[in-house]
């Protein structure tokens, strides 16, 4: 099972909300990712986790506040935003190790904030 | 630092035909390199890599890729491509001298399978 799964699959906020995407996985991973795409550009990385501590972070604006409760969780908390972080936001996990090292993609979050 | 160069915005094959999509990348160590594909609206499903071992590397769906060292290039093939390959494509690499766990991703080429 290679399934990285994302809730919700849409979401519309205004710029004075607070909402949190969520990610889940259940591959054992111990890396998780949250990027940040727009429209037909590659995905930008934001954070990236491993075994649940915070190892980058891409100099990412503090109204993007990610959290790992355990390994198998990942939250991206959004407060304050503005129109232009209006995007599709991906979580992603990989296993690290002689293993693997690819990263296995949710379907994404479509933010749209108004 | 790391780089992945993709210099094709758009590829356009005829159905049945082989399909190459272009990558070259530049890294400090070993590379690791990767091939993703998007469809639209969705996450990004990840193809093949290269890590070590034989410079031809077999993936998902029929495609391959093949690493040339010298020239740096990890170019994505398929011999006789289908209209449901169409498509965004990423290739993506990691320096691993660096520890850092993080891929660099290309700017992208959509591929067009024209029936």
């Known amino acids: 099972d290679t399934e990285v799964t994302q809730t919700p699959k849409h979401l519309v906020m205004g710029m004075t909300n607070k909402k949190s995407l969520k990610c889940e996985q259940h591959?054992?991973?111990?890396?998780m990712y949250w990027y940040k795409q727009k429209a037909k550009k590659p995905p930008e990385l934001m954070f990236v986790y491993s075994y649940e501590k915070l190892s980058i972070n891409e100099s990412v604006p503090s109204r993007f506040s990610p959290e790992c409760p355990n390994s198998s969780l990942l939250n991206l908390h959004l407060h304050a935003l503005q129109p232009e972080d209006s995007a599709l936001y991906l979580c992603?996990?990989?296993?690290?190790?002689?293993?693997?090292?690819?990263?296995?993609f949710g379907p994404g979050t479509r933010l749209t904030v108004t | 630092a790391q780089s992945v160069a993709q210099p094709e915005d758009q590829v356009n094959v005829a159905e049945g035909n082989p399909l190459t999509v272009k990558c070259t990348y530049s890294v400090s160590g070993n590379p690791y390199l990767f091939w993703y594909v998007q469809y639209p609206n969705r996450g990004l499903q990840f193809l093949l890599k290269y890590i070590t071992g034989d410079n031809l590397v077999k993936g998902s769906y029929g495609f391959e890729a093949e690493f040339n060292k010298s020239q740096t290039s990890f170019h994505l093939k398929k011999p006789s491509a289908l209209v449901s390959d169409s498509a965004l494509y990423f290739c993506?690499?990691?320096?691993?001298?660096?520890?850092?766990?993080?891929?660099?991703f290309g700017s992208g080429t959509r591929l067009q399978v024209q029936p």
């Open positions: 591959m054992g991973h111990r890396a």
């Open positions: 992603a996990s990989s296993q690290e190790g002689s293993s693997g090292y690819e990263q296995y």
């Open positions: 993506a690499v990691r320096d691993m001298e660096t520890g850092r766990r993080a891929l660099t």
